[in-house]
């Protein structure tokens, strides 16, 4: 019966994080659905009822809310691209901040978004000026993790406590 769960848990985050990081900047209405998903299906391996409030659960089964898991997905890619793990044409999205004198946020590792987008409402959602802003969001040590594993601990972390206040 146990691995019979934890079977079902693996394949649920499967397709729930399939290409989600294209749903980035859409409106609460679709994240609410797959917020709704989510949900239930955490009640459904936990046995919880309808009526119990689901933050703890979500806590226990350490899933992060729908809307951090998209900024988990596109902040792990942004991390390849850095690091020349992903293919070329990420990595080419991806410029690092250089002042123009030598300032303190010069060894941030930050990264600059492009000036401006045609679209206000598709442009923003496009991974050349997500990536940069979610990027430069992060805390210095977690911008600085060259270590891909080490880097999705410290994200993960990160994340769960904006999501859960913890």
């Known amino acids: 019966m ?45 046995h ?31 991390h390849k691209a850095l690091n020349n793990q992903a293919p070329s044409y990420l990595s080419d999205l991806l410029h690092h901040h250089t002042p123009s004198r030598n300032l303190r946020s010069s060894h941030g590792n930050l990264l600059s978004p492009p000036t401006r987008t045609k679209h206000r409402t598709w442009g923003d959602r496009a991974f ?7 990027w430069n969001s992060l805390p210095k040590p977690i911008r600085d993790c060259t270590n891909i594993n080490n880097f999705k601990t410290q994200l993960k972390t990160h994340l769960f406590k904006l999501a859960f206040n913890v």
């Open 2 to 46: 146990w691995e019979w769960r934890r079977y079902l848990k693996v394949a649920f985050i499967r397709q729930l994080d399939y290409c989600n990081s294209i749903l980035y900047g859409s409106s609460s209405k679709v994240l609410n659905k797959l917020q709704y998903i989510q949900n239930s299906a955490a009640r459904l391996l936990t």
């Open 48 to 78: 919880t009822r309808s009526r119990d409030h689901i933050t703890p659960v979500l806590q226990n089964l350490h899933w992060l809310p729908i809307t951090h898991r998209i900024q988990f997905k596109i902040l792990l890619l942004t």
């Open 128 to 134: 050349s000026i997500a990536a940069p802003s979610l």
